[in-house]
RNA sequence: GCCCGGGUGGUGAAAUUGGUAGACACAAGGGACUUAAAAUCCCUCGGCCGCAAGGUCAUGCGGGUUCGAUUCCCGCUCCGGGCACCA
C-alpha cells in the first residue's frame, strides 16, 4: 500500500475498474426494491461549473448510499441541448450552433466521468438529437389532435433595427442587447399548449407530493393562482348596439364603490375610442412600447386616459368612465377591470392621480375612514363590513359577495366563476436552434400536420444564424415541400419549440429499455412504468416555478394519452440552492459596465474583518463591490471546477462541495475550505495506513472502558450520520465522518493497546462506508487496500448497534430560571422525583436559587431539570 | 411591484426543529519539527468585566408568547430566487 494520498492515481484506477466492472449499469430488477435518482440535465454550455458539481454531487451520494442499503438505482445523464447561448456563440464564432453544441458535450462528459459519478452512460441522452426530438414533434401532433395545442396571437419584444424577436433576456432597459434599438412588443401568430386545461389537477396534485419542499408547492399553487370571485358586465351602448364591458373581481362585496373602468390597451374599446381620439391613439401606441415583462409592467409607472365612453353600473345603473390602464393586462381574464379607488391600492393611487372619486364602501368598525390613514384595513376580507352600499349594507365579505352575485345573475349580468392566474403555454420560437414544429403551410390546405411517418422534421445542422432572425427562412432545401395532403408545393413551418419542452418528459426517455431506444419504434415503453416516478429529482430552486410545472403538465398529457400509468414524474425534490461568489464591477468611460474576476482584485477590510472596498490588482484603482451572486459567465465570477478536479482530485471537489453547506441553501464560494477539505482526505489516508495491519483485528465479547467508549462514540456519530442523510443534510455527515476520525486517531495516538485494535479496526469501517458517497475513489481504494471486503459498493450500509449504544449515567443540563447554571449526573432511566431531587440538592441549584422556594421544576427526560423560584 | 426563501463569531456553518448557542471546519495568531521552506503536529480563538474562578451581553432590527425562543407569532430591514422567450 502506497504510504502518500494520490489522488489522481486512486480516481484513475477506481474509475477504470467501475467501467470495466459496468458497476453503474441499471437492469431493472423486479426483486429489489427500485430506486430512480435523477439529477437536472446540463445544458451544454462548454465546461461544467460548480452548480453542476454540487448538483451531481448530491445526486451520486444518494445514489452510492441507496445502492449500499440494498436498492436497485438509476442514475443517468443527458444534455439539454438545445437553446439561445448555441446561437449566440454561433454569432460570435462563426461556428454552426450543432458544432459547438456536439463539442461542448464530448468536453463536459468527459468532465463529469473524472468526477466519478456512478451514472449508466448507455441512457445517455441529448435532447438535439433527431431520435429524440422526433418525439417532441409526435406528442406536439397529439396533441394538436386532442385540441391541447393550438393556434393564436402571441405577444413578443420586436427589434425594429434586427427585425427579429428578442427573448426576455436580450431586452436591457427596454432596448435590444445587440442594436440598442428601443424594443416594441408585436403581435404574431403562435402555438400554445392547454395547460389551463390541466390547472385543477395540477394545483389538487400537489397535496400528493409530500417529498416536495413546501416552499416550491407555495411557489406553484400562487403560480397557478386559483381565485374564486364573479364575471359580470357593465353594460353600454355602442353606436346605437348593446354591448357589455366584462371584468372579473374577487371583491364583489365592493362593486358599490365602484368610479371607473380600466381596459388593456389592446381591448377592442380602447382600439374602438381611439379612431377618434388621436390623443389616445397616442398613449395606447406608447403602452406597446417597452418589453413583454411582468416585471416591467408591474414596476413602471401607472398610467391612464379616460376613453370618454361611459358604461352602466350594472345594479346601480350609474355612469361610470372606462379608462384605458397600461397596467391591465389582456391576457389575464377578459383584459378590463373594475376601479374601486377606497379598497384597491393600485386603484387607489390610479384615482389620486387622475382625480376620480373615491368613495367608500367597506368599514371596520371602531376605524375610520381618511384618505391617508385607513391602508391597515382598508381592504379586511374578515372585520369588513358593506356601507354606503344600499341593501347590502351591513353584510359581511361571503355574504356580500353572495347577495351581489344573486343580484347580478337575475339580471343576466354576472355569476361567479373560477380564475386562474395561469396562462397557457406558448411553444413557438423564432429562432433556428430548436426542435421544428411539424407543420407544413399549404396554400390551398393551411396548415397541415406532418404524417407520423415523415417524422422526424430534421433540423439542418449547418446553419449559422446572424442576429438578423431565423436563417431556416432562407433554406429553401428545408422549406420547400409538398403539402402532405393535397401533394402540392408547400412551404415548412420555421417556428421552432421551446426548449422548455424538450425538458418535459426527458426523465421519461432515461427509462426506455435501450433496445426500445435503439429501434426508436415509441416515445416511451413499459420500463418508463417500472422505473418512474423518479424517486428523488434534485436541481436547481430557479427552475421551481416553470420547469417542474411544465413537466408534471407534459406527464398527465401522457398519461391521458395511454403513454404512461403514472400520474406525477418526481415523487421526491431536492431544490439545491445556487453557488454564489462576490461580484465586482467598475463603470468604464463609455458608461459600460467592466466586471472583475475575484481574482482580479484585493479586498479591503475593516479591524473587525468586514469588507469595506476592493481595488483592481492590476491598477491598483477602486472597483464597486456588488454583494454575492449566482456565478454566471457575463459577471465573470465564476470558478472552473476543473483546476480544482487537477489540482486536488475529485474526492476533494466532492467533498467540499458536501461540507461547505447544506443542499437547500445557497452556497457562497470560498476557496479556501478546499484546502481543508483535502487535509481531511489526506488524514484518513494516512490513518489507514498506520492501522493496516490491525484492520482484520476480530471484535471480542467484552471490552474494557476506554475501547467501550470510543466504541460508542463511533456508533453514535453513525447514528447521527444516518439521521442525517434521512434529512439530505449532507454537510453534517461529512462532518461526522471529520469527527469519527478525531476519535480514531486520538485514541490510536493515546494508547498503544491491542485490546483496541478491533474497535479501531471497526470504526474506521463504519467511517469508510460512510464516507463512501462523498469521497468514493478513496473509499474504494483503502477499502480494498485494508481487506474489508472486495467491493464497498458491495458492503452493506452500516447500522448502530444497540449493544455499543448503552450507558448507565448520563448528563443533565441544570438551568435556574431557564438559565444554564450548571450540570448533574443521573442514573439511565432515572424517574422524575430522582432527578428533581438531584437537582434540588446539587450545588449550583443551592447558590442560585438564594434560598428560596421552588415554585415549579420542569423536568425534560434525557435533557434538562429547570428550577423556577 | 408581486410570489417564495434566507440573515447565527473574522469566514462556511451546527444546534436530533421549543431545552447547554457556535459542534465540525476555514482564516488568523502562537509554538514544535526543519539549515530553510513546504508538509505535518500541538495550543489559543464571539464581545465586555476579571489574574482567575466566574459573571454578563450576544443568533439582522423592534415587539410578543413561554419556566425556557436561533427555533413559534406580529412589524421592519437587507440579501438571494422566480415573474411565463436564459436554462
New binding site residues.
Given amino acids: 500500500m502506497q504510504e502518500k494520498y494520490l489522488p489522481t492515481d486512486i480516481e484513475r484506477a477506481a474509475q477504470a475498474h467501475w467501467n470495466s466492472t459496468k458497476a453503474f449499469r441499471a437492469v431493472a430488477d423486479a426483486k429489489r426494491p427500485k430506486y430512480y435518482c435523477l439529477s437536472?440535465f446540463?445544458?451544454p454550455s462548454g465546461k461544467l461549473h460548480m452548480g453542476h458539481v454540487r448538483n451531481y454531487t448530491i445526486g451520486d451520494v444518494l445514489s452510492r448510499h441507496h445502492r449500499m442499503k440494498g436498492y436497485n438505482v438509476l442514475q443517468p445523464m443527458g444534455w439539454?441541448a438545445?437553446?439561445?447561448?448555441a446561437e449566440n456563440a454561433a454569432m460570435q464564432n462563426q461556428v454552426p450552433p450543432a458544432k459547438w453544441t456536439w463539442d461542448n458535450i464530448a468536453y463536459m462528459k468527459q468532465q463529469l466521468q473524472s468526477l466519478g459519478f456512478a451514472l449508466d452512460w448507455e441512457r445517455e441522452l441529448a435532447t438535439c438529437a433527431p431520435e429524440y426530438y422526433k418525439w417532441n414533434q409526435w406528442l406536439f401532433l397529439r396533441m394538436l389532435e386532442k385540441g391541447i395545442a393550438y393556434k393564436k396571437t402571441?405577444v413578443?419584444?420586436w427589434d425594429p433595427v434586427d427585425q427579429t424577436?428578442?427573448?426576455?433576456?436580450?431586452?436591457i432597459e427596454g432596448r435590444g442587447w445587440r442594436t440598442g434599438a428601443l424594443v416594441e412588443k408585436r403581435e404574431?401568430p403562435?402555438y400554445y399548449l392547454a395547460?389551463t386545461h390541466y390547472a385543477d389537477e395540477l394545483l389538487a396534485a400537489l397535496d400528493t407530493l409530500p417529498g416536495w419542499p413546501?416552499?416550491?408547492k407555495?411557489?406553484q399553487a400562487?403560480?397557478i393562482?386559483k381565485s374564486t370571485g364573479l364575471r359580470f358586465a357593465f353594460p353600454y351602448e355602442l353606436d346605437g348596439k348593446a354591448e357589455k364591458l366584462w371584468v372579473f373581481t374577487t371583491r364583489a362585496d365592493t362593486i358599490m364603490g365602484v368610479s371607473f373602468c380600466a381596459v388593456a390597451a389592446e381591448h377592442p374599446l380602447a382600439t374602438h375610442a381611439a379612431q377618434s381620439n388621436p390623443q389616445l391613439a397616442a398613449f395606447i401606441d406608447e403602452c406597446k412600447h417597452g418589453s413583454?415583462?411582468?416585471?416591467d409592467?408591474?414596476?413602471m409607472e401607472k398610467k391612464g386616459l379616460p376613453t370618454g365612453i361611459f358604461v352602466d353600473h350594472p345594479l346601480t345603473g350609474a355612469k361610470v368612465e372606462v379608462w384605458v390602464g397600461n397596467y391591465v393586462l389582456m391576457?389575464?381574464g377578459d383584459g378590463a377591470v373594475m376601479g374601486v379607488p377606497a379598497h384597491d391600492?393600485?386603484d387607489f393611487a390610479f384615482a389620486r392621480k387622475y382625480g376620480i372619486a373615491i368613495e367608500q364602501v367597506i368599514a371596520v368598525e371602531g376605524q375610520s375612514f381618511a384618505l391617508d390613514a385607513w391602508q391597515e384595513w382598508y381592504a379586511d376580507k374578515q372585520r369588513g363590513r358593506c356601507v354606503n352600499s344600499g341593501r347590502y349594507d351591513g353584510l359581511g365579505y361571503e355574504a356580500a359577495v353572495d347577495a351581489i352575485a344573486a343580484d347580478l345573475a337575475a339580471k343576466g349580468l354576472g355569476e361567479k366563476k373560477v380564475q386562474f392566474?395561469?396562462?397557457?403555454?406558448?411553444?413557438?420560437?423564432?429562432?433556428y436552434?430548436?426542435c421544428p414544429i411539424p407543420i407544413v403551410h399549404c396554400e390551398e390546405c393551411g396548415s397541415v400536420s406532418v404524417p407520423d411517418e415523415q417524422l422526424p422534421v430534421v433540423l439542418p445542422e449547418d446553419c449559422v444564424p446572424d442576429g438578423s432572425g431565423n436563417p431556416l427562412n432562407k433554406r429553401a432545401d428545408f422549406l420547400d415541400c409538398a403539402c402532405p395532403k393535397c401533394g402540392k408545393p408547400a412551404r415548412r413551418e420555421t417556428d421552432t419549440m421551446?426548449?422548455?419542452v424538450?425538458?418535459s418528459w426527458y426523465y421519461a426517455r432515461y427509462c426506455v429499455d435501450p433496445a426500445t431506444r435503439a429501434a426508436n419504434t415509441a416515445m416511451v415503453d413499459a420500463s418508463s412504468n417500472h422505473w418512474m416516478p423518479a424517486d428523488q429529482y434534485i436541481g436547481?430552486?430557479?427552475?421551481?416555478?416553470?420547469?417542474l410545472l411544465y413537466s408534471r403538465f407534459w406527464t398527465k398529457v401522457m398519461r391521458d394519452l395511454g403513454l404512461v400509468n403514472y400520474d406525477e414524474p418526481f415523487a421526491n425534490l431536492l431544490t439545491q440552492?445556487?453557488v454564489?461568489n462576490h461580484?465586482f464591477s467598475r463603470r468604464n468611460d463609455k458608461g459600460g459596465i467592466e466586471y472583475f474576476a475575484p481574482e482580479e482584485v484585493d479586498l479591503r477590510?475593516d479591524e473587525?474583518?468586514?469588507v469595506v472596498g476592493a481595488t483592481c490588482k492590476a491598477d491598483g484603482q477602486p472597483v464597486d463591490y456588488?454583494?454575492?451572486?449566482?456565478m454566471s459567465k457575463s459577471k465573470r465570477n465564476g470558478v472552473d471546477p476543473q483546476a480544482l478536479i487537477e489540482t486536488y482530485g475529485a474526492d476533494t471537489a466532492r467533498f467540499f462541495m458536501m461540507?461547505?453547506?447544506?443542499p437547500?441553501?445557497?452556497?457562497?464560494w470560498?476557496d479556501?475550505?478546499v484546502?481543508?477539505?483535502?487535509?481531511?482526505l489526506?488524514?484518513v489516508w494516512?490513518f489507514g495506513f498506520a492501522i493496516q495491519s490491525q484492520a482484520a483485528a476480530a471484535m471480542p465479547a467484552t471490552l474494557a472502558a476506554g475501547p467501550a467508549a470510543l466504541r460508542r462514540e463511533i456508533h453514535l456519530l453513525l447514528?447521527?450520520a444516518n439521521?442525517?442523510l434521512g434529512?439530505l443534510?449532507f454537510?453534517?455527515v461529512?462532518?461526522a465522518a471529520?469527527?469519527m476520525?478525531?476519535a480514531l486517531?486520538?485514541a490510536h495516538?493515546e494508547s498503544a493497546d491491542a485490546s483496541q485494535a478491533p474497535v479501531l479496526a471497526e470504526g474506521f469501517s463504519i467511517l469508510l462506508r460512510v464516507l463512501s458517497p462523498i469521497a468514493p475513489h478513496l473509499c474504494h481504494t483503502l477499502w480494498t487496500e485494508l481487506g474489508y471486503g472486495a467491493e464497498i459498493l458491495a458492503a452493506p450500509w452500516p447500522e448502530p448497534l444497540e449493544t455499543a449504544l448503552v450507558q448507565d449515567e448520563q448528563?443533565l443540563?441544570l438551568?435556574v430560571?431557564?438559565?444554564?447554571?450548571g450540570?448533574i449526573r443521573v442514573k439511565v432511566g432515572a424517574d422524575r422525583t430522582a432527578i428533581e431531587a438531584a437537582a434540588l440538592a446539587s450545588e449550583?441549584a443551592q447558590?442560585?436559587m438564594e434560598g428560596k422556594p421552588a415554585k415549579?421544576v420542569?423536568v425534560?427526560p434525557g435533557?434538562?431539570v429547570?428550577i423556577?423560584v
Fill in positions: 437536472m446540463p445544458y439539454d438545445f437553446g439561445l447561448p402571441q413578443v419584444n424577436v428578442l427573448a426576455n433576456e436580450q431586452v404574431i403562435g395547460i413546501e416552499r416550491v407555495t411557489m400562487n403560480w393562482g413583454v415583462m411582468e416585471a409592467l408591474a414596476t391576457s389575464y391600492e393600485r392566474r395561469l396562462r397557457d403555454w406558448g411553444v413557438s420560437r423564432q429562432r436552434w430548436g421551446d426548449t422548455f424538450d425538458s436547481g430552486i430557479e427552475h421551481a416555478i416553470l420547469h440552492g445556487m454564489l461580484i477590510r473587525d474583518g468586514h456588488g454583494g454575492v451572486g449566482t461540507f461547505a453547506s447544506p437547500e441553501q445557497t452556497l457562497e470560498s479556501s475550505g484546502e481543508g477539505a483535502y487535509r481531511f489526506k488524514r494516512a447514528k447521527q439521521y442525517d434529512k443534510q454537510n453534517t461529512a462532518s471529520m469527527k476520525l478525531n486517531e486520538k495516538k448528563e443540563v438551568q430560571n431557564g438559565k444554564h447554571r450540570n449550583a447558590k442560585f415549579k420542569v425534560v435533557r434538562l429547570n423556577v
